[in-house]
């Protein structure tokens, strides 16, 4: 009787073949006598045939006794978990978190009581907006939440890489969201925020303008996870021993510096690999280049805050670097990839409500209504109140409670006694000393739904952050908003945004206003408190003037031909990899192309799988005759126009002329052109890349 073949079969192990051993614990272990151990049901029982149902002969109808098959179709059935409501896309990396200095001063949080302390650590990045499946590039705020397993339980920093939020009130969350998810009605657009819901919401509530400038800037579109900021956001307390509290903001400060990409590059890249964060970050921590953050933190009492222009309690707005310094105190590595997606980063449930003894709220309306909606929430995406016996959840402090049973209990207490107080001496009792107390601020006033006088200017941290930019960087806002409100359909909501924009500065108005073919400026929209001029601006809020000093953990994309030259290909890429750098070898073919000298120069990507977007810098080591062929495919010319269109270094061989030159690339443009003949010129090829653009041509392309 035929039978569809399977992998083992002929030599596959039977169970009588089986040897058992007993290990440590008394149970019993099968190990096969073969290659591999033998496949069983999830109950423990090996499977004979794992290709085939049981039927009444090879035609026949199937058997509804066939547990192996109900077995393994049941639990597929049920793979999926609810994906989270926000934040659905993520991706997440173990690593630990290292005390620089006692903070005891401050907290008596333990994790910050002795330098050197290393401390386990579980880091989700994430995009908010879109589905668990969309790409990696949406133009949106990224999730950065830190999971610190400390010898006192777990302290969660659910932060993101902007340090503000758009709404300062918990209430307004799910409009706020389900504005700029995808359209009821239609189910579109995913991962965008270019629709009219999200702008309709966002121009009837001024108090998200301060976000609207972080998400129009380059922060809302990082090259790497490596390569940006976390914030708490929050103002949070840190109590110390004596029980007196100070205020505090979290900062991650990313030691490879900042970097973003440009949206018409974002464009692209979502095209040639949605996958382009989550494998970036797997590559780098695969490859032993481990990134690291500091942590820094803000710290202030009473007295700062009653003195500052603001108020610390409104999420939407900062304390300026320049006006409270972050002091370093940690810092953050991941170096070691999750084993399973799923049962880490998927089932990981963050809390804002997660924090030591030694760390506390403060009354931040948004935080406040956090703390609730995260417990919640897991609940939801991981149906059981025992999400936290799940191993990537549960702590690695010793801990012990008295709680019991519920879905898929992992640990029930032990003994009879699950209760307390109780007569028999056993079992866990609270500790008022080592335990979580909360700082006794004295609170007093009448229950009312309001917003505090304090939180009503909406526009003068939204200039204070647009005039910290660089010209590059305004103009990017200029395009983002421009091509945002460009994909709004109902031209009142556009005028509406205009008329915030001029509240915020006049020129980016007028400059959208224009570009959207406006007509007539509105009038600005009418703000509760004037918006401020007199802010200094803050350098600390521009990604350009905090890169790198160093090209490290970047990539540079080599397109090369038959007959390139492999001494020279060879000399590159020991300098690029001297300065921490990667390259990665583009061909006509991925089987890669016979250099000049007869050796072979492997491809890491065939032309059409590699274009430049994928690479902060390019070369071109080409012969002129493999150039020429080049010249014929769009792949190849694309590669050369986008890397120049996007402001990227590129060096070249003589032989590549002619393919610049049918990319409509003029080789003497500008100092980001840099010939390559002579090995002498890759040091300064390399200097350039540390800058990572060369802005000073965009005008000249205009994107
Ligand atoms: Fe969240 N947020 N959020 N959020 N948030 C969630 O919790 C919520 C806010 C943030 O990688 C949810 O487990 C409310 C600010 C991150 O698993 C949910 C409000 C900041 C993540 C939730 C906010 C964040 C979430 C959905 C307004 C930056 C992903 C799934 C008061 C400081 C964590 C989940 C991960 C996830 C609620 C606002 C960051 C529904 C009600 C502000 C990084 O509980």
Redesign the pocket.
Known sequence: MARTPSRSQGNRATIHDQKLERGKGGELHQIAEGDSPVLTTAQGGPVSDDQNTLKIGPRGPALIEDFPFREKIFHFDHERIPE????AR?Y?AHGYFETYESLAKYTRADIFQRAGEKTPAFV???T?AGSKGSFDLARD?R???VKLYTREGNWDI???NIPV?F?Q??I???DLVHAVKEEPDRAFPQAQSAHDNFWDFISLTPESMHMIMWIMSDRAIPRSFRFMEG????TFRFVNAKDESTFVKFHWKPKSGLQSVVWNEAVKINGADPDFHRRDLWQAIQSGDFPEWELRVQLFDQDFADSFDFDVLD?TKIIPEEILEPIPVGRLVLDRMPDNFFAETEQ?????QNVPPGVDFSNDP??Q??N???L???LK?LGSPNFTHIPINAPKCPFQNFQQDGHMAMRNPVGRVNYEPNSFGEGPRESPKRGFRSFAEAEEGQKVRLRAESFADHYSQARLFFNSQTPPEQRHIAMALTFELSKVETPVIRERMVSHLLNIDEGLAETVAEKLGLGELPEPADAAVAPRDDLEPSPALSIIENGPDRFAGRKVGVLVSPGADAALLKKLQTAIEKEGAVMEVVAPKVGGVEAADGSWIEGRHMIDGGPSVLFDAVALVLSEEGAERLTGEAAARDFVADAFAHCKFIAFTSGALPLLQKAGVDPEADEGLIALDDPRTIPGFIESCRKLRLWSREMAVKL
């Open positions: 989270r409501v926000v934040h993520g997440g989700r990045f994430s908010v705020v999730g950065f939440a659910v932060g993101n939020f709404i009130d918990a307004r969350f799910p914030f708490g956001v929050h999420a990981v449930a963050f809390m804002t948004l935080l209504g956090r609730f909606s995260y919640d929430t897991q995406r």
